[in-house]
Protein backbone atom coordinates (compact mmCIF):
# COMPACT_ATOMS: atom_id res chain seq x y z
CA UNK A 1 0.00 0.00 0.00
CA UNK A 2 1.55 3.50 -1.29
CA UNK A 3 1.61 5.96 1.24
CA UNK A 4 -1.04 9.05 0.64
CA UNK A 5 0.43 11.97 -1.63
CA UNK A 6 0.18 15.68 0.63
CA UNK A 7 2.59 18.47 0.06
CA UNK A 8 6.00 18.72 1.27
CA UNK A 9 5.10 22.06 2.25
CA UNK A 10 2.36 24.82 2.40
CA UNK A 11 2.42 28.04 4.18
CA UNK A 12 0.30 31.55 4.85
CA UNK A 13 0.03 34.31 6.71
CA UNK A 14 -1.19 35.20 10.01
CA UNK A 15 -5.23 35.19 9.83
CA UNK A 16 -4.88 34.15 5.86
CA UNK A 17 -6.16 30.38 4.87
CA UNK A 18 -4.39 27.90 3.55
CA UNK A 19 -5.47 24.45 2.98
CA UNK A 20 -3.17 20.80 2.23
CA UNK A 21 -4.49 18.26 0.11
CA UNK A 22 -4.09 14.41 0.41
CA UNK A 23 -4.51 12.53 -2.83
CA UNK A 24 -5.09 8.86 -2.85
CA UNK A 25 -6.88 5.98 -4.90
CA UNK A 26 -10.20 4.73 -5.68
CA UNK A 27 -9.04 2.01 -3.32
CA UNK A 28 -8.65 3.93 -0.35
CA UNK A 29 -9.54 7.88 -0.37
CA UNK A 30 -12.30 7.65 -2.93
CA UNK A 31 -13.86 4.44 -1.78
CA UNK A 32 -14.14 5.64 2.26
CA UNK A 33 -14.93 8.16 4.42
CA UNK A 34 -12.96 7.57 6.70
CA UNK A 35 -9.90 9.82 6.19
CA UNK A 36 -8.77 11.79 9.07
CA UNK A 37 -6.29 14.44 9.94
CA UNK A 38 -3.92 14.71 12.41
CA UNK A 39 -0.98 17.56 13.56
CA UNK A 40 2.39 17.07 15.04
CA UNK A 41 4.79 19.69 16.71
CA UNK A 42 8.05 18.85 16.86
CA UNK A 43 9.15 16.33 19.21
CA UNK A 44 5.60 16.01 20.09
CA UNK A 45 3.33 12.73 19.44
CA UNK A 46 0.69 13.58 16.71
CA UNK A 47 -2.76 15.30 17.53
CA UNK A 48 -6.28 14.25 16.31
CA UNK A 49 -7.87 16.95 14.29
CA UNK A 50 -10.17 16.16 11.96
CA UNK A 51 -12.35 12.60 11.54
CA UNK A 52 -14.90 10.65 9.05
CA UNK A 53 -13.59 13.70 6.29
CA UNK A 54 -14.97 16.39 7.79
CA UNK A 55 -15.85 16.19 11.34
CA UNK A 56 -13.99 17.79 13.96
CA UNK A 57 -13.23 16.14 17.27
CA UNK A 58 -14.35 18.10 21.03
CA UNK A 59 -12.01 20.94 21.27
CA UNK A 60 -10.62 21.19 17.84
CA UNK A 61 -10.83 24.60 17.20
CA UNK A 62 -13.88 25.17 14.08
CA UNK A 63 -11.47 27.13 12.18
CA UNK A 64 -10.18 23.63 10.95
CA UNK A 65 -12.17 21.89 8.26
CA UNK A 66 -12.16 18.89 6.19
CA UNK A 67 -13.58 17.98 3.07
CA UNK A 68 -12.99 15.72 0.14
CA UNK A 69 -13.41 15.48 -3.56
CA UNK A 70 -12.88 12.00 -5.36
CA UNK A 71 -9.39 10.51 -4.85
CA UNK A 72 -8.78 13.74 -2.96
CA UNK A 73 -8.91 15.20 0.55
CA UNK A 74 -8.61 18.75 1.67
CA UNK A 75 -7.65 19.86 5.14
CA UNK A 76 -8.66 24.08 5.23
CA UNK A 77 -6.83 25.95 8.17
CA UNK A 78 -8.51 29.35 8.27
CA UNK A 79 -7.81 32.72 10.50
CA UNK A 80 -3.97 31.22 10.72
CA UNK A 81 -2.45 31.63 14.00
CA UNK A 82 1.46 31.09 15.18
CA UNK A 83 0.27 27.99 16.79
CA UNK A 84 -0.65 26.48 13.84
CA UNK A 85 2.67 25.97 12.91
CA UNK A 86 3.03 22.02 12.60
CA UNK A 87 3.32 19.20 10.93
CA UNK A 88 0.07 17.55 9.11
CA UNK A 89 -0.95 14.14 8.10
CA UNK A 90 -3.93 12.62 6.55
CA UNK A 91 -4.54 8.60 6.82
CA UNK A 92 -7.16 6.96 5.56
CA UNK A 93 -8.84 3.58 5.74
CA UNK A 94 -7.91 1.04 2.92
CA UNK A 95 -10.27 -1.77 3.40
CA UNK A 96 -8.70 -5.31 4.40
CA UNK A 97 -8.43 -3.76 7.79
CA UNK A 98 -5.13 -2.04 6.56
CA UNK A 99 -4.53 1.87 7.15
CA UNK A 100 -2.30 4.60 5.14
CA UNK A 101 -1.12 7.46 5.97
CA UNK A 102 0.20 10.47 3.91
CA UNK A 103 3.86 11.36 3.71
CA UNK A 104 3.05 14.98 5.67
CA UNK A 105 2.92 18.19 4.88
CA UNK A 106 4.99 21.27 7.05
CA UNK A 107 2.58 24.10 7.40
CA UNK A 108 4.71 27.61 7.63
CA UNK A 109 3.29 30.42 9.26
CA UNK A 110 4.97 33.81 7.57
CA UNK B 1 -8.33 11.19 30.76
CA UNK B 2 -7.11 8.63 28.69
CA UNK B 3 -3.26 8.11 28.79
CA UNK B 4 -1.11 5.71 26.97
CA UNK B 5 2.31 4.97 28.18
CA UNK B 6 4.72 3.03 25.71
CA UNK B 7 7.82 1.27 27.27
CA UNK B 8 10.44 -1.22 25.66
CA UNK B 9 12.20 0.83 23.39
CA UNK B 10 16.04 0.83 22.72
CA UNK B 11 18.89 -0.22 20.94
CA UNK B 12 19.42 -3.83 19.35
CA UNK B 13 21.39 -5.58 16.67
CA UNK B 14 19.96 -6.39 13.50
CA UNK B 15 18.16 -9.64 13.88
CA UNK B 16 17.36 -9.68 17.61
CA UNK B 17 14.29 -9.51 18.99
CA UNK B 18 12.53 -6.66 21.23
CA UNK B 19 9.21 -6.27 23.23
CA UNK B 20 6.95 -2.93 23.27
CA UNK B 21 3.95 -2.46 25.81
CA UNK B 22 1.69 0.23 26.32
CA UNK B 23 -0.36 0.72 29.10
CA UNK B 24 -3.94 2.09 28.99
CA UNK B 25 -6.08 4.15 31.32
CA UNK B 26 -9.15 6.46 31.11
CA UNK B 27 -11.28 4.51 29.11
CA UNK B 28 -12.95 1.17 29.30
CA UNK B 29 -9.77 -0.61 27.76
CA UNK B 30 -11.69 -3.89 26.54
CA UNK B 31 -14.19 -1.96 24.26
CA UNK B 32 -11.59 -0.07 22.04
CA UNK B 33 -9.56 -1.78 19.14
CA UNK B 34 -5.42 -0.51 19.28
CA UNK B 35 -2.67 0.18 16.77
CA UNK B 36 0.87 0.61 16.78
CA UNK B 37 2.06 3.35 14.21
CA UNK B 38 6.02 4.18 13.96
CA UNK B 39 7.82 7.06 12.47
CA UNK B 40 11.17 6.86 11.35
CA UNK B 41 13.58 9.37 12.33
CA UNK B 42 12.87 12.47 10.14
CA UNK B 43 10.47 10.57 7.99
CA UNK B 44 5.92 10.43 8.45
CA UNK B 45 3.86 8.13 10.27
CA UNK B 46 3.33 4.67 9.00
CA UNK B 47 0.86 2.50 10.57
CA UNK B 48 1.98 -1.05 11.47
CA UNK B 49 -0.77 -2.94 13.26
CA UNK B 50 -4.18 -3.16 14.53
CA UNK B 51 -5.92 -5.54 17.49
CA UNK B 52 -9.66 -5.81 17.82
CA UNK B 53 -11.26 -4.85 21.28
CA UNK B 54 -11.77 -8.51 21.84
CA UNK B 55 -8.23 -10.02 20.02
CA UNK B 56 -10.19 -11.42 17.59
CA UNK B 57 -8.58 -10.05 14.45
CA UNK B 58 -5.17 -8.69 14.30
CA UNK B 59 -3.67 -7.35 11.13
CA UNK B 60 -0.76 -6.35 10.17
CA UNK B 61 1.65 -3.86 7.87
CA UNK B 62 3.12 -6.01 4.74
CA UNK B 63 6.33 -4.39 5.90
CA UNK B 64 6.27 -5.94 9.10
CA UNK B 65 4.10 -8.89 8.33
CA UNK B 66 5.21 -12.20 9.53
CA UNK B 67 7.74 -10.43 12.30
CA UNK B 68 5.75 -8.35 14.58
CA UNK B 69 2.99 -9.78 16.44
CA UNK B 70 0.63 -7.34 18.08
CA UNK B 71 -0.96 -8.90 21.15
CA UNK B 72 -3.27 -7.29 24.54
CA UNK B 73 -3.98 -8.37 27.98
CA UNK B 74 -7.30 -6.59 28.93
CA UNK B 75 -7.12 -7.92 32.72
CA UNK B 76 -3.95 -5.79 32.77
CA UNK B 77 -5.38 -2.87 30.14
CA UNK B 78 -1.73 -3.49 27.94
CA UNK B 79 -1.11 -4.01 24.59
CA UNK B 80 2.54 -5.67 23.17
CA UNK B 81 3.91 -5.65 20.10
CA UNK B 82 6.89 -8.09 19.75
CA UNK B 83 9.31 -7.48 17.09
CA UNK B 84 11.24 -10.12 15.50
CA UNK B 85 14.01 -10.30 13.21
CA UNK B 86 14.39 -6.47 13.22
CA UNK B 87 15.99 -4.48 10.36
CA UNK B 88 17.84 -1.29 10.17
CA UNK B 89 14.71 0.20 8.53
CA UNK B 90 12.64 -0.57 11.46
CA UNK B 91 14.21 1.87 13.45
CA UNK B 92 11.38 4.08 14.58
CA UNK B 93 9.29 6.02 17.23
CA UNK B 94 6.65 3.88 17.99
CA UNK B 95 3.17 5.34 18.64
CA UNK B 96 0.50 3.19 20.74
CA UNK B 97 -2.79 4.37 19.29
CA UNK B 98 -6.60 4.06 20.07
CA UNK B 99 -8.87 3.23 17.64
CA UNK B 100 -11.76 5.56 18.63
CA UNK B 101 -15.64 5.38 18.00
CA UNK B 102 -15.27 8.31 15.43
CA UNK B 103 -13.18 5.79 13.65
CA UNK B 104 -10.10 7.77 14.10
CA UNK B 105 -6.69 7.40 15.81
CA UNK B 106 -8.17 9.43 18.82
CA UNK B 107 -5.31 9.01 20.94
CA UNK B 108 -1.63 8.61 20.67
CA UNK B 109 0.97 7.79 23.09
CA UNK B 110 4.63 9.53 23.81
CA UNK B 111 6.10 7.17 21.59
CA UNK B 112 9.27 4.94 22.51
CA UNK B 113 12.81 4.86 20.29
CA UNK B 114 13.69 1.36 19.14
CA UNK B 115 16.80 1.92 17.20
CA UNK B 116 18.27 -1.74 15.00
CA UNK B 117 21.66 -0.97 14.68
CA UNK B 118 24.79 -2.85 14.86
Known amino acids: QSALTQPPSASGSLGQSVTISCTGTSSDVGRYNYVSWYQQHPGKAPKFMIY???KRPSGVPDRFSGSKSGNTASLTVSGLQAEDEADYYCSSYTGNNNWVFGGGTKLTIL | QVQLVESGGGVVQPGRSLRLSCAASGFTFSTYGMHWVRQAPGKGLEWVAVIWYDESNKYYADSVKGRFTISRDTSKNMVYLQMNSLRAEDTAVYYC???????????WGQGSLVIVSS
Open chain 1, 52 to 54: EVS
Open chain 2, 97 to 107: VKWGASRGFDY
